[in-house]
T-cell receptor, first 119, second 118 residues
Framework: NAGVTQTPKFRVLKTGQSMTLLCAQD?????MYWYRQDPGMGLRLIHYSVGEGTTAKGEVPDGYNVSRLKKQNFLLGLESAAPSQTSVYFCASSSKRWDRARPSNQPQHFGDGTRLSIL | GENVEQHPSTLSVQEGDSAVIKCTYSDSASNYFPWYKQELGKRPQLIIDIRSNVGEKKDQRIAVTLNKTAKHFSLHITETQPEDSAVYFC?????????????????FGQGTILTVHP
């Protein structure tokens, strides 16, 4: 059981280049999330997905796109990278549970992160 | 949306002392409060969580307390050890979508850098 796997672990891009970060989870989780982590700002939600074929904007979505064609994979794309997107990116997933007919928050499980530098 | 404030931003203690980190949240409907530990260069990992139907939960040297009236929850680490040195994040779910679910989303605090000196 690998949990949540992110690729690549490191990447250096030039301004204007594009790339895709891949997240894969083997826990059959419904929900998946992409965060960016910057010093002193904690984890900020970029986009999330509540199931295969669905995505939604988070707190800081500008400059990013996502896709979830398969339940186990959640892709984060940068179409035209900018220096402001230099950050550590984390993917996470959580299960969908109900407790006494009400939605029940479950822990999020994180990948190891991708360190992205844009020159 | 949910606003989560975490204090202090840095905390330095001697080995064996206790450490307390506090978070406040804004949405009185929030019902789930996890704490994550992130070692340098590693992923955030859940260390303890509490739901709104209890006031305290303990797991060996760590405990979390919840005060729903004041809308704050705290992480307590007793008998600290150098390996407790890390960044700690609290989190709370944002205001639910219509229908009652926040889809598992979390709003994170800014983090506390805990340093335990031997």
């Amino acid at each position: 059981n690998a949990g949540v796997t992110q690729t690549p672990k490191f990447r250096v891009l030039k301004t204007g280049q594009s790339m895709t970060l891949l997240c894969a989870q083997d826990m059959n989780h419904e929900y998946m999330y992409w965060y960016r982590q910057d010093p002193g700002m904690g984890l900020r939600l970029i986009h999330y997905s509540v199931g295969e074929g669905t995505t939604a904007k988070g707190e800081v979505p500008d400059g990013y796109n996502v896709s979830r064609l398969k339940k186990q994979n959640f892709l984060l794309g940068l179409e035209s990278a900018a220096p402001s997107q230099t950050s550590v990116y984390f993917c996470a997933s959580s299960s969908k549970r109900w407790d006494r007919a009400r939605p029940s928050n479950q822990p999020q499980h994180f990948g190891d992160g991708t360190r992205l530098s844009i020159l | 949306g949910e606003n989560v404030e975490q204090h202090p931003s840095t905390l330095s203690v001697q080995e064996g002392d206790s450490a307390v980190i506090k978070c406040t949240y804004s949405d009185s409907a929030s019902n789930y409060f996890p704490w994550y530990k992130q070692e340098l260069g590693k992923r955030p990992q859940l260390i303890i969580d509490i739901r709104s139907n209890v006031g305290e939960k303990k797991d060996q040297r760590i405990a979390v307390t919840l005060n729903k009236t004041a809308k704050h929850f705290s992480l307590h680490i007793t008998e600290t050890q150098p390996e407790d040195s890390a960044v700690y994040f609290c989190a709370a779910p944002p205001i639910p979508h219509p229908g009652g679910t926040s889809y598992g989303k979390l709003t994170f605090g800014q983090g506390t850098i805990l340093t335990v000196h031997p």
